[in-house]
C-alpha cells in the first residue's frame, strides 16, 4: 500500500494526517508514506521529526471573500495541481487522504485527473473550501462532528496521537504534576492558547491569579515562547513556553481554560478533561461550533473572547475548579462525546477506497499491492520513514 496524504499548513490539519499515518503504519508496517505540505509550514518540522518523507508543493491559499488575490486563483492551482499530481504519479499512490487547507486542494484535483481514490477527513464542525470541494468526488468523507454539511458524510471523531488516545488521566496524575513540578493533592488549572499562547486568555489569567492561588488551586500555564520572559513562576504557578507533553498535562490538570480548536476539542473530550472553551473571535465561527456539542453534554463552559476577564474567571471557573464533584460530572459528559478510535477508522476507510479500485497509475500495480497477473509487489520503497 502506497497512501499520500495532504495535511499540511497548521496543527490543526498536520496532527490528524500524522495520527493517521501511524495508525497505517501499525496495520501495515510496510506502507509507503508521503506527506503533502509547503515550505512555510509547521509540517517542515514536524512531518521529519514523526520519521515520515515530506514533498513540498507550491502554497496555494484560498481567500475568504473577495480580494485581488481571487484573479491569480486559477493559475496558481493549476500550477499546483501539476507537480501534486507529479508526487502521486513517482510515489505510485495507491489512494491519497485529504484534510483540507490549502494544501489539500490541489491535491484532490490532482487525485481526481490521475484516477487516484481519495479518501477526505474533515475536523472542523464548519467544512472548509478544500474539502467541500474535494467531497464531491468521492463517497469517502469523514467527519470531526455529526452533521457536518459534506454529502455522505461518516461520523468518526478526530485521528489522534496514540499518547493522548490511549491516555488514563488517573492512572497517569502523578506522573503529570511530578513533571511540571506541582503538588499532587492540589485542584489544577491547566491554561494553553495554541504554540504561541493567546493574548487574551494570558491577560484574564494573570489577572485573575491571586484568586485563583487564593481558592486553594494552582496553575499550569504555557504562555507561549514569546511571553516567558515576562511570566513569573511562584509557589502555586508554573508557566512554560510550551507544553510538548499535552498527554501528561491532561493527566495533570482538573480543569482547562483554553480556544477551541478541532484538535483541542477532540482530545479534551477524548480523555474526558472539562474546559473553559474561549473560541477565536475571528474566522468563520467554526470554533464556537467545535465546542458546542461538548458544552451542550455538559462538559465544559463556553465564554466569547471579549467577556473573558480576569474578574469572570474568578466568579465563574473557581467555583468549578474547587468542586470535585462538579468536575467528575463535568469529565463524564465530555468523556461521553469522546472518539479514541477514530484513526483507526479513517484507516479502514483508506483501504475501502484503494479496494475500490482496479488498477493505479503505476504501471498495472492494483490497489491492493498485487500486480495485473498475480504477483506481489514489495511496496517498500514508497517513501516511508
Not at 66 to 91: K, N
Not at 204 to 223: F, I, K, P, R, W
Not at 347 to 366: F, I, L, P, Y
Request: proline share 7%.
Amino acid at each position: 500500500m502506497r497512501v499520500v496524504l495532504a495535511g499540511g499548513g497548521t496543527a490543526g490539519h498536520i496532527e490528524p494526517a500524522l495520527a493517521t499515518a501511524d495508525a497505517i503504519r501499525r496495520a501495515d508496517p510496510d506502507a509507503g508514506i508521503v506527506m503533502l505540505g509547503t515550505e512555510r509550514g509547521l509540517e517542515t518540522r514536524l512531518v521529519p521529526e514523526r520519521g515520515y518523507e515530506l514533498a513540498l508543493i507550491p502554497p496555494v491559499p484560498l481567500p475568504r471573500r473577495l480580494t485581488p488575490e481571487l484573479i491569480r486563483l486559477p493559475a496558481r492551482v493549476r500550477g499546483a495541481v501539476r507537480q501534486t499530481a507529479a508526487v502521486l504519479r513517482d510515489r505510485g499512490a495507491d489512494v491519497l487522504v485529504g484534510f483540507g487547507g490549502y494544501v489539500s486542494l490541489p491535491a484532490y484535483l490532482a487525485a481526481r485527473r490521475l484516477g487516484l481514490p481519495t479518501v477526505i477527513h474533515e475536523a472542523n464542525a464548519k467544512p472548509g473550501l478544500a474539502n467541500r470541494i474535494g467531497a464531491r468526488f468521492t463517497p469517502f468523507v469523514a467527519a470531526a462532528t455529526p452533521d457536518v454539511a459534506l454529502p455522505h458524510c461518516e461520523h468518526i471523531g478526530v485521528p489522534l496521537r496514540r499518547s493522548v488516545s490511549l491516555l488514563d488521566r488517573e492512572a497517569s496524575r502523578e506522573e503529570g504534576r511530578d513533571f511540571f513540578g506541582l503538588d499532587q493533592d492540589t485542584p489544577t488549572l491547566l491554561v494553553f492558547g495554541g504554540s504561541q499562547g493567546a493574548r487574551k486568555v494570558n491577560s484574564a489569567v494573570t489577572g485573575a491569579l491571586e484568586a485563583l492561588l487564593d481558592s486553594g488551586a494552582q496553575v499550569l500555564h504555557a504562555v507561549g515562547a514569546a511571553n516567558i520572559e515576562s511570566a513569573q513562576p511562584r509557589p502555586g504557578y508554573v508557566p512554560v513556553a510550551y507544553i510538548d507533553r499535552m498527554d501528561l498535562a491532561y493527566a495533570a490538570a482538573d480543569l482547562a481554560v483554553c480556544r477551541a480548536g478541532a484538535i483541542t476539542c477532540a482530545e479534551l473530550a477524548a480523555v474526558g478533561l472539562p474546559a473553559v472553551y474561549v473560541p477565536l473571535p475571528h474566522g468563520n465561527g467554526e470554533q464556537r461550533l467545535n465546542a458546542e456539542p461538548t458544552v451542550a453534554a455538559g462538559g465544559g463552559l463556553l465564554v466569547r473572547d471579549g467577556d473573558l476577564t480576569a474578574a469572570w474567571i474568578a466568579a465563574e471557573v473557581v467555583p468549578i475548579l474547587t468542586d470535585p464533584g462538579r468536575l467528575r460530572t463535568m469529565g463524564q459528559a465530555a468523556a461521553g462525546l469522546g472518539h479514541r478510535d477514530a484513526d483507526e477508522q479513517l484507516v479502514r476507510m483508506v483501504w475501502k477506497a484503494a479496494e475500490s479500485t482496479g488498477t493505479t497509475n503505476d504501471g498495472g500495480r492494483t490497489a491492493n499491492g498485487r500486480t495485473a497477473n498475480g504477483s506481489g509487489a514489495d511496496g517498500k520503497d514508497g517513501g516511508g520513514r
